[in-house]
């Protein structure tokens, strides 16, 4: 099978979704790596963001062996499940040999190792100092959540259980005009949010995650979810809230351009070749913070046409899980791109690409 210059010269890092990260597709998920963009003829879609400008430009990369169809139609389907398998999900349990968003971590733990402690400090601008387990509070939530990186491409999905860091402001004597809440781990890191933003937002403080208690050999083993946030905020073994007033509230940093409308495909490479008229599945997960994904679309002729799948009513809380089944009646070498689209009109920086052959 050939390979395009493209996908050699792939920029992307460790993508952590594997086997079985989707549910409810039937083949088993593994990553094929999305490249960088390289604006060899800037005439395709150049976005601005701030200072950046965005080239998502794709067309004539791939070289002339390969076949080429316009306009490729075939049947979509999407839904917004699946979960990442915790031991690829980010050190949740500071076991995990891929941390999500930085380099592998530093030490392997065994799995569950330590202590189930979900004991916090609240401090702050506030009339009262406290300290509460978290996990006795009584208005438990289990929430379906996306979770990104920002100066990366991981993303993932869990099923976490926890209580809204609501209902710990709430027992907290505010002093006047607190805007800010940072929630410290134990290493120390902290990082400043909006309270409004969070409290709007139903930030989690989370003690499950995927049905799995979070345990760790730090003070506390509880972590901050935020919905719809980089998980750059997401704190792991929280041992202080802090509310207090600042003389500018924080602002919330997003993904950065390039990590917009992040996109996978999940088909695996050794189920490559396929028969002339067969119907041929395509499956992978899209994700964007902040802007919901809106289509997902296909190029077959090396980003000359596109075809246009919506995703109406997906949310930017959670995963995109998308299919296409489709069939050729050419045998060729075939290469298929894919990109999301979002509401705010931005199609995905790093596309994802999949060599396949019919015969
Ligand atoms: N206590 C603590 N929580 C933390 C961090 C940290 O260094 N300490 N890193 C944050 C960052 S920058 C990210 S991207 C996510 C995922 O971190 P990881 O890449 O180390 O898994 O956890 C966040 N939570
Ligand atoms: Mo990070």
């Avoid at 604006?39 to 601005?48: A, D, E, K, N, R």
């Avoid at 699946?82 to 530093?106: H, R, W, Y």
């Avoid at 995650?209 to 998980?231: H, I, R």
């Avoid at 995963?319 to 705010?344: K, L």
């Amino acid at each position: 099978m050939k390979r395009s210059q493209k996908i050699a010269s792939s920029a992307m890092g460790a993508l952590l979704l594997a086997s079985g990260a989707v549910a409810g597709f039937s083949n088993g998920i593994k990553p094929a790596p999305a490249q960088a963009d390289e604006p060899l003829s800037p005439t395709g879609v150049v976005h601005q963001e701030g200072a950046y400008t965005i080239s998502a430009e794709l067309a004539n990369l791939l070289d002339d062996s390969y076949t080429r169809i316009a306009n490729v139609q075939g049947a979509f389907e999407f839904n917004q499940k699946g979960t990442t398998p915790n031991d690829e999900l980010f050190n949740v349990f500071g076991t995990a040999i891929l941390s999500m968003c930085s380099k592998p971590a530093q030490e392997l733990v065994d799995a569950g190792e330590g202590q189930a402690n979900f004991f916090v400090n609240v401090s702050g601008d506030i009339q009262k100092t406290f300290s509460v387990d978290v996990s006795e509070l009584d208005d438990e939530q289990g929430v379906l959540m996306g979770c990104s990186c920002m100066t990366g491409s991981p993303f993932g999905q869990a099923y976490v259980v926890g209580v809204p860091l609501a209902s710990v402001v709430e027992m907290a004597d505010l002093e006047e005009g607190v805007n800010t809440v940072t929630a410290y781990g134990a290493d120390g890191f902290g990082q400043p949010l909006p309270l409004r933003y969070a409290l709007e937002k139903n930030a989690l403080l989370v003690y499950q995650v995927n049905g799995q208690e979070l345990k760790s050999t730090a003070d506390s083993s509880l972590q901050l979810w935020m919905p719809e946030t980089v998980a750059h905020y997401f704190t792991r073994n929280i041992v202080d809230i802090s509310l207090t007033r600042e003389a500018v509230e924080p602002e919330v940093q997003g993904v950065e351009p390039t990590y917009r409308n992040k996109i996978e495909i999940a088909n695996k490479a050794e189920e490559s070749t396929f028969s002339v008229g067969d119907q041929v599945s395509f499956e992978g997960v899209a994700d964007d913070l902040g802007s919901p994904i809106a289509a997902i679309e296909f190029s077959f002729d090396d980003g000359d046409t596109w075809t246009s799948c919506p995703t109406d009513g997906a949310t930017a809380d959670k995963w995109v899980n998308w299919s296409f089944t489709t069939s050729f009646d050419q045998p060729g070498d075939y290469h298929m791109i894919a990109r999301a689209r979002t509401a705010d009109g931005v199609v995905s920086p790093l596309s994802a690409s999949l060599d396949f052959t019919m015969r």
